[in-house]
């Protein structure tokens, strides 16, 4: 039950903060506050008292549509506990973050933020297939709608751009998933869309790789993966602050959630198959992304950039097939979204005082804003994957364990790193340091923002000096098969 | 014919007698307000009626009807999407020059038009109830004379719609000459006692197809629907969408059956074309329509492309998808074109996408069932158009239509650029705000359309399970 409340709640606070606008303008902004940090302390509270029996804390099924063999499934385990903490922690941040930016039709705003995180919660909650694709669709029209009605200049463009890559990406995961409904009923007469049931299912080689293919396909348009990433850093430029953060720190996840829980459980084989190569891919990403990160003028398009670079480590990672790389992959899906949430967040604010994006009419800002400097600085040292900051962990994990995998591919996910310091630095340099272009005279941090920044900074410091409690959390979630291959 | 015959097709005898009625009404005085409520109360008792089934189903009235529980579903859609235009249709005509009442009594004609169609297993009826919906038909699209479009639409449906009737009779006489037989199972029964078909009935089935196909609208016979559905008044755009199309279907699903269509390998091949060019012709040329309503009339085209997909998927599965998906079109289509009635003024049709411009912060209920209705035909979750596609992906994967699947996903794609379009207008930002007052009833039957494509989105097992038995039960 505890499950569907985690869903059902931000659902109700949706409406509630939609109808409340009418009221009173700042209601809204107060409701959705109010929701997310009940349902982190909900989530926290349920960390502090999962004991590690089995892997699976507690499930909900209900049957839905029996006709076709679907239930409204939910389980939840390490992984999505995780997940979920992560969700709520820096869905409560987007609603500071949109404090006082969001000055237009708030009820709106606050309904379509609460409805996507209900969405996201839902995705990774959910053991149903059908279900799973019904709230990963259920993500995208919320979104749509903050990134086109709340978003900067070329916000239509952007925001069709993102809605037609997911979805495209989305309905050949429909295929897929109905295609592996059929082979499992035709081999065991069984008509069901339950994730359990549908492991192990038994069919031939190819059927197995195109199905898997379908699956991977979506994930990697979302996560997002070299070729398939053009659509991100539109959408992330274009998107209000609040948006760019649920963007990078959440949505991302989603698609290496997907890969994590689906294609390597479902598709042992072909997820074998195909590792190399997407490993590959991961690696191409890693210092791709890194070079286009290096070559922007606009912050937040930057980031995003670092988004591109960030997430092929978790391509690298989770096709590795060790426990090493995996514990990577889930500390790099949670400090990656911690790290890219606070530097949209920082984009934020430096917007909000400067009225630019631009670096180039940025420089020696540190004077003015020495609180906001340092916040960034910790930040930049994160991206760059700095010991002692949570990002250094997971990468170090993750090419760990991908060296015993891929010696050469590693070796050039590596040199990513060197590209990340490069342009991580490059942040520093043209914000903070330099000539200051003009003679600013600005706020320094508010206390709403202290309030921001303040957390998120103890979590980057205390996941890079003591993750042990994540890799607990996340250790009886590994699926056999993605540590299976370690002897291979 | 007994009085069980007649309580048998008592919705269908409600009908005609309220036309009759209606013509005498409109003799004894004209009052807009009267008709309109005489039609209404015709269609909630023809609808009632549906419930007062005599005997055991299928119930068969030789040579021409037949009630089975398929006939009924489909009367009782029939019924329920003109109620849902009668509502539409009251603030629409009340604001125009025109006399309004006589277009009363052609809906209640094109109604029985509808229903005999659906109910029809032999030539005669088939026609008989073709002819009855297309005559009324032609006076519905041009009767807003005085609008520039109106008299061309009417004069282009006019011929166009008797070709396409010639054809169709020409094909019927074709297989009569043969098989000596005009009633479907007669026919099928001379097909599976013939070891090769002649090339007379071959032909005639082609031509049968040809009329067939003009009424659904589908590629190569596609041209009437952008110019009619722009020339027509609203609410028989959205009855001619609905009704008209959604019986020929029905028809066709019957006939099909009937002669056991899915073993001729030609005649599949020939509709699996079709359906293709239907779904690449209608989202292709929708996509850059500035029209709203040709955008519908497009997107309809794709739609009947997605449709024939689940119809040749054939079995229990493909043949349950038709029909969902066919009730969750309905009330899209219902609803999207409501919007545009009720967003209609005296002089114009809101139709450009730029009478669209802001309309959430203008009308935030009607821009909200709006949306949900694009959305639908989108096929996004949480709207019955999702569950529709659902449907018809999953039959198509029982029954290995992986290439059709495949081009149904890129059009998906293409299609959701149009849609996303519109939705997007909606809330481009609007300087000065101005409200026009709704009609109630138009207000009242949208959001039921609404409330009822999202029932249907987030929970379809009850409309599942009820096409599930009458499919099984289908005559």
Redesign the interface.
């Known amino acids: 039950m505890i499950l569907f409340l985690f869903i059902l709640i931000p659902v109700l606070g949706a409406f509630a903060a939609w109808l409340s606008a009418a009221w009173n303008k700042k209601l809204p902004r107060w409701i959705a506050l109010m929701v997310l940090v009940f349902e982190l302390a909900m989530a926290t509270a349920f960390w502090s008292e999962a004991v590690g029996d089995g892997s699976w804390y507690v499930t909900f099924i209900r049957p ?5 063999g679907i239930s409204f499934s939910l389980a939840m385990d390490g992984l999505s506990l995780l997940m979920l903490i992560l969700t709520f922690f820096l869905g409560a941040l987007s609603v500071l973050v949109s404090w006082n930016e969001i000055k237009e ?1 708030t009820g709106f705003f606050f309904f379509n933020l609460l409805f996507v995180l209900a969405g996201i919660t839902g995705v990774f909650l959910t053991m149903d297939l ?1 279900l799973f ?2 709230f990963w ?2 993500m ?2 919320p979104m ?2 903050l990134i ?2 709340w978003g900067h200049g070329n916000r ?1 463009y952007a ?2 751009k993102f ?2 890559f997911t ?2 990406g989305g ?2 995961m ?2 897929a998933i ?2 592996l ?2 082979v499992h009923a035709q081999s065991t007469g069984v008509f069901t869309f339950n994730y359990f049931d549908l492991l192990n299912t038994p069919m031939a080689q190819e059927t197995g790789r195109w199905l898997m293919l379908g699956f991977l396909i979506a994930f990697i348009v979302k996560l997002p993966a070299f070729p398939f990433h053009t659509w991100l850093p539109d959408a992330h430029t274009e998107a209000p602050t609040a948006g760019s953060v649920v963007l990078a720190g959440l949505l991302l996840k989603t698609g290496a959630y997907g890969i994590l829980r689906f294609v390597l459980p479902l598709f042992p084989e072909a997820s074998q198959y195909f590792a190399p190569y997407i490993m590959l891919l991961g690696a191409i990403g890693i210092l791709y992304g890194g070079k286009l990160a290096y070559a922007q003028t606009d912050f937040k398009r930057l980031v995003a950039y670092t988004s591109v670079s960030h997430m092929g480590f978790v391509l690298v990672g989770a096709f590795a097939f060790n426990e090493l790389a995996y514990q990577g992959v889930v500390m790099q899906m949670i400090t990656h979204g911690i790290s890219t949430g606070a530097l949209f967040m920082i984009a934020g604010s430096l917007y909000d005082r400067l009225h630019t994006r631009e670096l180039e009419e940025m420089g020696g800002l540190w004077p003015a804003l020495p609180g906001m400097g340092v916040v960034t600085m910790v930040f930049v040292m994160a991206s760059l994957g700095l010991p002692g900051l949570g990002n250094f962990i997971a990468e170090f994990l993750i090419l760990a364990g991908s060296w015993q995998a891929q010696p050469w591919i590693t070796v050039a996910a590596t040199i990513g790193l060197v590209v990340a310091t490069v342009y991580s630095l490059r942040i520093m340099q043209k914000v903070f340091f330099g000539v200051s272009v003009r003679e600013y005279k600005l706020p320094d941090l508010s206390l709403r923002e202290a309030l921001m920044f303040v957390p998120l900074v103890i979590v980057i410091i205390w996941l890079g000096v003591y993750p042990q409690p994540v890799i607990n959390t996340a250790k009886p979630a590994t699926p056999a098969v993605a540590v299976h291959f370690t002897s291979k | 014919m007994s009085a069980t015959d007649l309580l048998s097709i008592l919705p269908l005898l409600i009908i005609s007698g309220a036309a009759v009625i209606a013509m005498l009404l409109v003799a004894i005085k004209r009052n807009h307000r009267v008709m309109h409520a005489f039609t209404v109360l015709a269609f909630i008792l023809a609808f009632l009626a549906l419930f007062l089934q005599p005997g055991p189903l299928p119930y068969e009235l030789r040579p021409l009807f037949v009630v089975d529980a398929f006939a009924m579903f489909n009367t009782g859609l029939i019924l329920v999407a003109g109620l849902s235009v009668l509502f539409l249709s009251y603030s629409y005509f009340e604001q125009r020059e025109e006399r309004k009442e006589e277009y009363y009594i052609l809906l209640l004609l094109a109604t029985v038009g509808g229903i005999v169609l659906v109910v029809s297993q032999h030539f005669i009826s088939l026609f008989l109830g073709l002819e009855t919906m297309s005559i009324s038909l032609y006076g519905l699209i041009a009767y807003l004379r005085a609008r520039e479009r109106s008299d061309e639409a009417g004069i282009k449906y006019l011929l166009l719609a008797a070709l396409s009737s010639a054809f169709l009779l020409f094909g019927m006489a074709l297989v009569y000459a043969e098989s000596g037989r005009m009633d479907f199972t007669g026919i099928g029964l001379y097909l599976a006692g013939t070891a090769t078909v002649p090339v007379s009935v071959v032909a005639g089935f082609g031509l049968m197809l040809i009329g067939i196909g003009f009424k659904l609208g589908i590629v190569p016979f596609h041209m009437w629907t952008p110019d009619i559905y722009e020339g027509s008044p609203l609410p028989v755009a959205a009855y001619i969408a609905t009704v008209s199309k959604g019986s020929m279907l029905v028809l066709l699903m019957r006939f099909y059956r009937d002669i056991n269509g899915y073993e001729y390998t030609i005649l599949w091949w020939v509709i699996a074309i079709i359906a293709m060019a239907s779904m690449f012709t209608g989202n292709w040329l929708a996509l850059l329509q500035q029209n709203v309503k040709r955008l519908l009339a497009y997107s309809s085209i794709a739609h009947m492309g997605y449709i024939l997909i689940a119809f040749l998927a054939g079995q229990e599965a493909g043949q349950e998808a038709v029909m969902f998906y066919l009730v969750a079109y309905v009330i899209t289509s219902i609803g999207a074109f409501g919007v545009l009635a009720l967003l209609s003024d005296k002089v114009r049709d809101a139709e450009e996408l730029s009478d669209f411009k802001g309309l959430f ?1 203008r009308q935030p209920w009607l821009a909200a069932i709006f949306t949900a209705m694009m ?1 639908s035909l989108a096929g ?3 709207t019955a158009g ?1 569950i529709g596609k ?1 449907y018809i ?2 039959a198509g ?2 029954a290995g239509l992986w290439l059709l ?2 081009l149904l ?1 890129v059009n ?2 293409i299609g ?2 149009y849609y ?2 519109v939705v ?1 207008v909606m ?1 481009q930002p609007l300087e000065a705000p101005q409200r026009k007052p709704l009609p109630f009833f138009g207000v009242f039957a949208l959001s039921g359309l609404m409330v009822l494509l999202l029932w249907l989105g987030i ?3 009850s409309l ?2 009820v096409i ?1 038995d009458m499919m099984l039960t289908m005559g």
């Open positions: 839905w549509m029996p006709r076709f039709r059908f694709y019904f669709e259920v995208l029209i749509y709608f086109g009605i239509l925001a069709l809605f037609i979805q495209a309905l050949l429909l295929l109905l295609g409904y059929f | 912060w959305l996004i979750p949480l999702f659902f992906v999953a994967v029982d699947l495949i996903v998906s794609v959701l650029f996303v379009r997007a809330f929970y379809p097992s599942i399970a599930r």
